[in-house]
DNA sequence: CAAAAACCCATGATAATCCATGTAGTTCCA
DNA sequence: TGGAACTACATGGATTATCATGGGTTTTTG
């Protein structure tokens, strides 16, 4: 699966239109189905998105659950109740719906922001914000170190250095 | 099989007529008969919906259960007894039986909660307390850790990480 | 025959579709 | 290497189709 990659904003006019980034478009219309699921995130004020693909490893992730369970019910009213399946028209467009526009703050402008299996909507001054601190974080804190190559991508390695 | 997402409130008239969410009837639609089981739940004053994929996958379920065990019955007697095959009329509506509309206290107004495999219809108010404390609860018990990337999706692990 | 259910039609609001324009980025040629 | 023509993309506006909803009419059923 193809990778969201970059940081685009764009224009939300009067009837809550915005055009999905034509790199991002590409990517989603090779995974099937002309349209994007996009739910707000539970852990802030912007929007998780990706295509078809994105929601198969939602529905594969939760599914894992018993269906009638408690965390199920708790995920599904997240994940599912809070999410819509919006499709991209013709030019290239979705309509966020008021309810998402209201999570994330977003006025007359959103940021879309490549994010590997999804990719995320935020309202472009809040985005810089969040930017500054993960680049803080990721620096000051050695996050560095998390990142372990994966051995069936990058076997050839010398000796023992890796860090 | 094609998710349910989304949520949406739609009027009950005098007649006990609701119109079924558009995206909805399509995912039903493609899946057969033009109609949907339903039944209250045993677990909360809301009705628990679906296609019929959503009927298969109940037999499959229930069929696990010895056929003459004692949670055999119980289950028996709620997902089949209770529940009704409710057809969709020519303008994409339903009418909620009585009794369906007494156990969700539902009066002139209906929610209908995209679910996946299923979907869930509330009386709106009700599901407006069921959505924060289920809100909270993806937060608070950190329910998203459950959420572990399915392998077959993305294949990217080093060794035994599973759950 | 009465009550209820299924069916048909009309309407306003909303969402999808179509068409036109500006702009930035690219290619190609002089 | 500079500039002109072209292309792809984002954006604005107008038109058309879809959907939810209310009301009426026919058909079934007890």
Redesign the pocket.
Known sequence: MESFRGR?T??V???GR?????KF??IVNTQGLNGIICSPSFKGAYLEAGGPAYGTMLDQMINRLGMFTEPHDDLAAVLYGESHDI?I?????I?L?EEMRAHANIADEATFVGFGARFLIWEPGAYEIFRTKALANAQSKSLGDLLQPVNAVMPVRPSGGDA
Chains 1, 2 share one sequence.
């Open positions: 685009f764009n224009k006019d009067a009837k915005v055009s999905v980034p034509a478009r590409t499709s028209d013709g030019d290239g467009r309509v719906p």
